[in-house]
Every structure is written in structure tokens, then in C-alpha cells.
């Protein structure tokens, strides 16, 4: 025995294939069961699932969706910073109850235009206003119509509402819909104390928020959005918490990094947002960031598009690697975000057997609708764009730093640590997380756990042989008819 042979006595860490839950006595049916979570120490979702900080997975279009479903978008950082801040604002504009930048109308406009004006900026109805903002009234399109034919160049004060109803700053929807209710009305602007118009509250938007009961929303509301920022970015992570970030991510390959740390650390102090720190792999890493962390993120390369084990030869399978981070960050109440190599809802509700709160996919969605880029076909079969962030293509759009890298000069190659690929199209959002979400919930079921902090306690894990996982999967038949959440090449 020896100083390397050592070594060779090594811990068994297990991965995603290596385990399943144990069934328990349950009465918990799976509609039922409640998967309501937490991301970081103030925020929390109404569905367990963040989607990636990938340039092509995140946009403000993917966070709108996420949030709208109950879950959480995390923007990508391949974006100049007033970019990222624009697109932070068009999440939390999404479905605000108080609609701000309003499109209004001048009193001595011609009906005519005001009503090419609408069309344009696609609105159904403007209030007027004078110079000083105050509301003189209001003009919708049936107030027009009667105009249409043999008065299209009399001017708005004649044929708009001047009779307004408005409503104060603090107004909230239930008000808002007697007003409507009361009034008959679809529109009501919002004045200051002065009588000024600071928004427009708008039936068909209060409808549109119904209809996403399930959001995740901040106090005020508003859509919550997760941001992703490099370590040694605190004037990117600062414009992007003023511009309203509920969480942001420490976004590097290596957090255990001890710069990338103090790095964190500092942005953490500069931000009002949590701050999720990642990623990470071990319980020594996690305990070097628990106390100041608001969430740890878990993963050294298990992504479907990473190379970072075979490129650095480091890495942890994830199950070992999330209960490692847990142990730690349960005993100071932080949550826990498991990152990468979830291909099935399986998976997912694995991750959070071994400690997760919440679970963190790329692939997974990179074949939505509302994933960035467009639909290629290759071979009469559709397909999404979908790459690594450590990819060459990746770093040359934004940067190296997620790796440590420095950009290299104009005569050097790219170390990458990740690949460019393609994912099969899969349509909307919604219905691929309805199948996570719902496959997630049956896991509870044959658990017996209501909640996720209780299937968190009561999960219980077996381990699989090689001829288990075979097992588990459809064997000895051929796949007729593709199921929505289940491919045998995935
Ligand atoms: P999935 O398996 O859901 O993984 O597609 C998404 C996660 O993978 C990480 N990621 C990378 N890891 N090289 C890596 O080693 C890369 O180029 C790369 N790009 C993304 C990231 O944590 C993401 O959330």
C-alpha cells in the first residue's frame, strides 16, 4: 500500500440510471400533490423547474413562458448588459396589471389618425390627454366606428368618451373589474394626485393573468426572472437588479473556485436580488458558500451537450453530487438547484429525492417554441438549435469566462468544454412541462409524500444493476407510436 494506490480505494458516486425511488404506502393521489418550492431563501415557484442560462434555451420569451407555467427562466449572459436589462423588463411587463408605457391620444388629432395610430401600436382603445398628462377622456374603437365613413377628419375631443372613470396608483384587479363591471366599461387610466395618467389597467389584460393562475409572481405581481451572471460581473449584475432581477446566478463551470467565490461574494453585497451560487459538486464546496449563498447550484458536467469530464477528465455523477451539496445546505435552510443530465421526469424527481429543491434543464426545452432560434429540417424531421456554453460557437458569441478561460488570441483555438448540437422540435412549452410536472407528481404518489419538503424526508432510494436499468426501460417490443414523454433515443 501506498500514497497512489490509495488513491485507488475510491468512494462510489452515483448518477441519475444508478438509482429509483422506493414505493412506498401512499394515499397521496398525484394530481394532488403539491410541488411548490423554493429557488433561493426569498424566492419561491409554483413548479420546481428553472430553465437554462443558454443562449439557446433562455430569452425573455422562455422566461415569460416559464413564469406564466409557475416556474423560472434564467436569461442567458451572451447579451451586452443593456440588453440583458431590456430583456429583464419585457419579463416583468409581460402581464403587469398596470400597463405603464400607454399609448395615448391628443385631443386635436384627427379620428383618421388616431385611428391608423391604434392599428399600428396594436391597442384597441387610447385615453386622451393634454399637454400636462391630464385625461380628458378616452376613444375606443366603437367610439370611432360611427366616424369611420363621413367623419374620419373630425378631431378625437369630438368623438371620444370625455365621461373618464380612472382609478389611483394602488388599485388592484378586484377593484379594477367592479369599476369595469360597474361603468361597462374595458379600460380604466390610472391618475396620480394631480390627476396626471401614470397607466392604463385593461380588461383583456386582468383575463390574461387569470388565465395564468399558476404563475409565479413577485409582490408586486409581476412575472418572476432569473439572471445569469459571470463571477467578476458586478456592474452587470447591478443593472440587472435595478432593472427588477428576482435571482441571480453566479454562472460558472467551477464555483469552487476561491476568486469566483470572493467574486460572488462581492456581487452578493451589491445586489438587493438572491444570489444562487454555481456550480458546484462536493460538500466541501458547498460548505465554502453556504454562508453567504441564497442557492446552490449542482453540476460538474452532467449536461447532455457538456464535455467537461471527458475534456478535463473532472466531474461528479449528479446524484452523489446533489446529496453531497444538500447534507450541507439543508442544515442552514438554503436551497438547493440540481443543474443538468435530467432527460425524463425520472430524472427530475430523482434529483430532489437526493436533496434538490428545484431542478434546472437545457435540453429538455431547447426544442420549444419559445426556446431562441428557428426550426431547421434535416431529413423531413424537424429540429431546434441547442449548444454548450463552453461550445466554440457559444464562446465566440459571448465569452470563456463560465470556464475560467481567457479569450484567446486571434492565432489560438478555443478550448471548449462543451458541443454545439440539435434538438428534436417539440411545439410549446407548456406541454412539455405539463409532462415533466405531471411525471414529477407521480413520483410523489408512488411515495406517499404531499409536498416537496416531505418527499424530500420520506424518498427513499434503491440501486439498480445494469440489468434493472435495462429493465426499466420498454424491452423486448418495438415502439409503435411515440409517447409525448418518452423517445428511445433520448
Ligand atoms: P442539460 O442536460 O439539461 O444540461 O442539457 C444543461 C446544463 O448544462 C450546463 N452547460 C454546460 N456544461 N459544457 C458543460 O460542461 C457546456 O458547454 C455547457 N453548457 C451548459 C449548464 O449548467 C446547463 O444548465
Redesign the pocket.
Known sequence: RGQFTDKLRVPEALTFDDVLLRPKESRVEPDEADVSTRVSTNVEVNVPILS???DT?TESEMAIAMARQGGLG?LHRNLDVDEAAAEVERVKRADELVIRDVVTADPDQTVREVDTMMERKGVSGAPVTDEEGDVLGIISGTDIRPYLEVGESDEVREAMTDEVVTAGEDVTAREALELMYEHKIERVPIVDDDGHLTGLVTMQGILQRREYGNAARDEGGHLRVGVAVGPFETDRAVTVDEAGADVLFI?C?HAHNLNVIDGAREIQESVEADVVV??VGTREAAEDVVDFADGI?V???????????V?SGA?MPQITAIAEVADVAADEDVPVIA?????YSGDAIKAIAAGADAV???????GTDEAPGRVITVDGKKYKQ??????VG??QSGDGD??LKDEPDEDEEYV????EAAEPYKGSLESELHQLVGGMQSGMGYVGAETIPAFKQRSEFVRVSSAGQTEGHPHDVMITDEAPNYSPSE
Open positions: 437554462a442560462a443558454m434555451v434564467v454562472d463551470a454555481g456550480n447550484k453540476g460538474i458536467g452532467p449536461g447532455s451537450i457538456c464535455t467537461t469530464r475534456v466531474g443543474d443538468g443530465g435530467i432527460r434546472m434543464l437545457g435540453s429538455y426545452f431547447a441547442y449548444r454548450g456554453m463552453g461550445s457559444a464562446m463560465r470556464y471548449p468544454e462543451g458541443v
